[in-house]
């Protein structure tokens, strides 16, 4: 591709994608809520149930026991035309209680009534108590084979293909809060191996706030909503959090990642997994070592900036969810690899001086270079939300052979814990039944009834040894590659409530983050620090974690005592001198830009051909383009997908400008807020507010034409990050570019006083303008002006 002549690279990629795509035009935006259009009328042909999408996907058409049934997937759900009861019973009326007459009392015999507001009444079962808040979706995993010499476990040999489910999920919040607040997202896999399923439980940061799960319920319950009011919800910007890990210091690592922009992912697409804790691995010779799992994107790791995660709360609280969702309706299917660092199995258990048993250290990917074993990608969303998403049911106990569990004290913890609550939230100990819970492997547990059983078990003697089932089940050896136990010798030793002294350094990780950080992500880093503090009620709390931050670093503690007004206080102990591992920031690398969304500002007089040369590349990239226009329909033979009206600069990755529109009949504050954002005439005002969001929040500008006119307008015309040209696919060129570094980070400079700066002075006059249309914005949305 040459590079220096952009209108013929992005010709050549739409010709070379339409050759690879027979009579491609344009695909369809995703977000088609079913698999065929709806009618206007009801429809009273009666008929079977339509299939599912195309991109949805189901548990396996296993039973119970993991058997292989050869049944369609469709199988599962609704059979047959017609409405009938749980029992098969066609029914005539679904509409109308039975009656002691029209305008009687309604019968106790109506059992179609109570079988149907029985299950009602039943449908929803305890939600998590962490992680309540989840999407998930189906998968494949492929070996690289990378990891046979360390590992004997057979889904990890080469070219070896395994189903996989994952669920991705908030920690503190229930399932109803929204999906970008602050917080660690769950990060859970399933893989469905041919020798039992494997769990990897895994997390978007690589280390946790306690060392012993014998506090997990101490932290939770911190993290959790004031139990006298309920408040506030999915957050820990309140009193008993930072109680807690302001006086449990050993959280402060943890602590630190939170609050920086990891705690805000952009994308569930866009988030690194980690294993926390760390494991065993044992190889075909019995040999083992000791690693760490890592999950990394395709896509790189992207952020929300806090204000859009604020936005978001509001306008699309469903935001993560629904993009891991489109994004798979698109093709642009969500890729990880899968990585272990390896260490030696020394009797110490510790790698260059770190406790490899606490699960709030990290080894720096410097010290152990993380490396591929082999590739998840997921490329089908679920058929049902609540069979899938909310009965899948993860154990870090769910271990094929080959891989083991350590003596973590956290995870020894979770291996009873997870199963314990499954038994509750999933009605008793058959959860494995399930359909998505099932094995993709022969089940011969001996384990009986229970509530929920849905196998029939022939045979007459549930136990070993016995005869009269011929001896079976027999137990499996080395040749029939069972799964063992490692012999780990344990030492000699007493019973005690202790940790070993390595476990005592609660300051000089987390200060290794900070020092890893570029300086926005630092600023980024002091204001979430700064206005989690000041929500807290209790001053005391608050000098407390400022002494945290003080045996941190000085810097971090200043800004945010600055911000807070009170005094920073000196270290109470020696600060450690780490060296930065590159590996812990987001910022500076270059990454895919599959499946983001093009904002393209249109109106009747725009250059539509060119509209139509860029929706066409813009698919071609990989990505997603919304027509963004002064009315809904059509434009021409292009269809509309938001308006002035109901677009926000968040939904956008980049935003580019066809046009200059002129204020639509709508643009009325009366009628719209955001109609409010301004006085020009020249451009609707909401379209104005967008740029200017847009241009406040990092993000790729572009625009050809008479779109140059708004950003001329908006005074960000020659910032860093807005491009203008002379034809649509010119402009995309520039601004494809700039998107692979997710966020032109020279438009935000820290603001603290010995903070490098390097920002123009075109763009800090862009950021006084900026800030002064937001003051008139909070004028018109009737806010305080005063800042």
């Not at 992680?131 to 010499?149: D, L, N």
């Amino acid at each position: 591709m040459d590079a220096s002549k952009p209108a013929k690279a992005v010709k050549d990629v739409v010709e070379n994608a339409t050759e690879k795509v027979a009579g491609f035009l344009t695909p369809d935006v995703p977000g088609s809520p079913g698999s065929a259009p709806a009618t206007v009328e009801e429809p009273a042909t009666p008929r079977d149930p339509l299939p599912p999408k195309k991109e949805q996907g189901a548990p396996a058409t296993v039973t119970p026991t993991g058997a292989e049934t050869g049944a369609p997937a469709a199988s599962k759900g609704q059979q047959g035309a017609y409405l009938t009861t749980a029992q098969g019973a066609r029914l005539r009326d679904t509409d109308h209680s039975l009656k002691a007459g029209e305008r009687g009392p309604t019968l106790l015999q109506d059992h179609h009534l109570r079988e149907k507001i029985t299950h009602f009444d039943h449908e929803r079962i305890p939600e998590r108590v962490v992680h309540a808040r989840g999407a998930g979706a189906h998968g494949v995993f492929e070996a690289y084979g990378t990891a046979s010499a360390v590992t004997r476990a057979g889904f990890l040999k080469k070219g070896r293909k395994t189903d996989v489910f994952v669920r991705f999920s908030t920690v503190l919040g229930s399932r109803g809060s929204a999906d970008t607040v602050r917080d660690t997202r769950g990060f859970a896999t399933k893989f469905y191996t041919d020798e039992g399923t494997f769990d990897l439980v895994a997390n978007n940061m690589p280390v946790f706030f306690i060392q012993d799960g014998i506090k997990f319920p101490d932290v939770i319950h911190a993290g959790k909503p004031h139990p006298d009011r309920e408040i506030p919800q999915a957050q820990s910007a309140h009193d008993t959090f930072w109680d807690f890990v302001s006086l449990h210091t050993e959280a402060q690592h943890h602590t630190m990642w939170n609050m920086s922009d990891r705690g805000i992912p952009r994308s569930f697409r866009m988030m690194e997994g980690f294993g926390v804790h760390t494991f065993r691995l044992v190889n075909e010779a019995g040999e083992t070592v000791l690693v760490k799992f890592h999950w990394k994107p395709k896509l790189g790791v992207h952020s929300l900036t806090w204000e859009e995660a604020q936005m978001l709360g509001g306008m699309d609280p469903d935001f993560h969810r629904r993009d891991l969702y489109d994004a798979i309706e698109a093709g642009a299917h969500p890729e990880w690899e899968l990585g272990i660092q390896v260490f030696p199995d020394t009797p110490d258990q510790t790698f260059e001086g770190i406790d490899l048993l606490d699960p709030t250290k990290i080894v720096p990917e410097e010290l152990a270079p993380v490396q591929p074993v082999g590739r998840m990608t997921l490329n089908r969303t679920p058929t049902n939300f609540f069979a899938e998403v909310e009965q899948v049911a993860f154990h870090v106990g769910h271990l094929p052979p080959g891989i083991d569990v350590t003596n973590d004290p956290l995870l020894q913890t979770r291996l009873f814990s997870y199963l314990d609550t499954q038994i509750t939230r999933l009605g008793g100990p058959n959860f494995a039944q399930i359909p998505i819970n099932r094995p993709h492997c022969p089940v011969n547990d001996m384990l009986r009834d229970g509530f929920h059983q849905h196998a029939v078990h022939s045979g007459v003697a549930p136990y070993r040894p016995n005869s009269l089932d011929g001896g079976n089940p027999f137990v499996a050896g080395d040749a029939e590659n069972a799964f063992v136990d490692t012999p780990v010798e344990v030492a000699r030793s007493r019973k005690v409530r202790a940790n070993p002294v390595s476990f005592d350094d609660h300051f000089s990780q987390a200060r290794l983050f900070w020092r890893s950080m570029s300086p926005v992500e630092k600023e980024h880093i002091i204001r979430a620090y700064t206005f989690e503090l000041g929500k807290c009620y209790e001053q005391a709390i608050k000098e407390r974690q400022l002494q945290c931050l003080a045996n941190i670093d000085p810097v971090l503690c200043r800004e945010v005592a600055t911000g807070l007004g009170l005094p920073a206080p000196e270290p109470a102990l020696p600060l450690a001198d780490p060296a930065p591992s590159p590996a812990l920031s987001q910022v500076g690398k270059e990454w895919p830009a599959d499946g983001r969304i093009v904002g393209i500002v249109v109106d009747d007089g725009a250059d539509l051909d060119g509209v139509r040369d860029l929706r066409r590349a813009v698919f071609a990239a990989g990505m997603v383009p919304l027509l963004i226009a002064p009315h809904g329909g059509m434009l021409a033979d292009m269809p509309v997908q938001r308006t002035f009206a109901t677009a926000r600069s968040i939904e956008f990755d980049a935003l580019l400008l066809a046009a200059a529109p002129a204020p639509a009949p709508d643009a009325l504050p009366a009628r719209d807020a955001k109609a409010g954002a301004g006085d020009s005439v020249a451009a609707d005002p909401r379209v104005t507010l967008m740029i200017e969001e847009c241009w406040r929040h990092a993000k790729a500008i572009g625009a050809w034409g008479a779109g140059a006119k708004p950003l001329a307008q908006s005074g960000i015309a020659g910032t860093p990050g807005v491009v203008s040209g002379d034809s649509a696919t010119e402009v995309f060129t520039a601004v494809r570019r700039l998107m692979a570094a997710h966020r032109v980070w020279e438009r935000s400079p820290p603001r603290w006083p010995d903070a490098p700066h390097g920002t123009s002075a075109v763009a800090e006059d862009a950021w006084r303008r900026v800030r002064g249309l937001l003051a008139e914005e909070l004028v018109e949305h009737g806010s305080v002006r005063s800042r």
